[in-house]
């Protein structure tokens, strides 16, 4: 996740990241509109049209738990959040910090943050229902179905920063993943948590 090479002769090295975000069709166009997309009319995780149950999980959804097999491989665990919990890591060379999906419903799907002495702006797609977080500084955000406007006329629509005339932003993203609460803990050891 890290992109470090921890053994054999790239030990050490560390690759090139980039987000792999949740989108849709309509999202990942915005973001590029030359992405070739693929769609496979092979029915997704299932085996002679059986769905397949995952071997890390007895049950999926809000009741999913880790099987206890999969559980004593995980080491010691951050009991500061539930380990079923979703959210949001975000992290760089000087922080990691996770933003619980709970937290940002609670707070009217969007907050505002700083990393590092940059504005972070976390929200709930309304498209996807997935966090995502960009560098943004913003005094105002609008969540109004699934048009999000953000104060001096921008908008975010299909995941992308628009500006007042309809053009699109460059803007930076954090490096981010979705994830529950057991995987970024376990991946950055005692991360700050978004109360």
């Given at each position: 996740m890290?992109?470090?090479?921890?053994?054999?002769?790239?030990?050490?090295y560390?690759?090139?990241?980039?987000?792999?975000?949740h989108?849709?069709?309509?999202?990942a166009?915005a973001?590029?509109?030359?992405?070739v997309?693929?769609?496979?009319?092979?029915p997704?995780?299932?085996?002679r049209?059986r769905?397949?149950?995952s071997?890390?999980?007895?049950a999926?959804?809000?009741?999913?738990q880790?099987r206890p097999m999969?559980v004593?491989?995980?080491g010691?665990?951050?009991t500061?959040?539930?380990?079923m919990d979703?959210g949001l890591?975000?992290?760089?060379e000087?922080m990691?910090?996770?933003y619980?999906v709970?937290?940002l419903r609670e707070?009217g799907?969007y907050?505002l943050?700083?990393i590092?002495?940059?504005?972070l702006?976390?929200?709930?797609?309304?498209l996807t229902?997935?966090p995502?977080?960009?560098?943004?500084?913003?005094d105002d955000?609008t969540?109004?179905?699934?048009?999000?406007?953000?104060s001096?006329?921008?908008?975010?629509?299909?995941?992308q920063?628009?500006n007042s005339e309809?053009d699109?932003?460059?803007?930076?993203k954090?490096?981010?993943?979705f994830?529950?609460?057991?995987?970024?803990?376990?991946?950055?050891?005692?991360?700050?948590?978004f109360?």
């Amino acid at each position: 996740m890290t992109g470090e090479g921890l053994a054999g002769e790239h030990a050490g090295y560390k690759m090139p990241l980039s987000n792999l975000l949740h989108m849709n069709v309509g999202q990942a166009l915005a973001m590029d509109s030359a992405m070739v997309i693929a769609i496979s009319e092979r029915p997704f995780n299932s085996r002679r049209g059986r769905r397949m149950r995952s071997s890390r999980f007895s049950a999926n959804g809000p009741n999913a738990q880790l099987r206890p097999m999969f559980v004593q491989t995980l080491g010691d665990e951050d009991t500061r959040r539930d380990r079923m919990d979703m959210g949001l890591g975000v992290w760089n060379e000087n922080m990691q910090k996770y933003y619980p999906v709970a937290v940002l419903r609670e707070k009217g799907n969007y907050l505002l943050d700083e990393i590092n002495g940059q504005k972070l702006l976390v929200f709930l797609d309304p498209l996807t229902s997935t966090p995502t977080a960009l560098y943004w500084d913003t005094d105002d955000v609008t969540i109004d179905g699934r048009n999000i406007a953000l104060s001096n006329g921008f908008t975010i629509q299909y995941g992308q920063i628009y500006n007042s005339e309809g053009d699109l932003v460059a803007v930076e993203k954090p490096q981010q993943i979705f994830t529950r609460w057991y995987g970024f803990s376990l991946s950055f050891p005692n991360p700050d948590i978004f109360e």
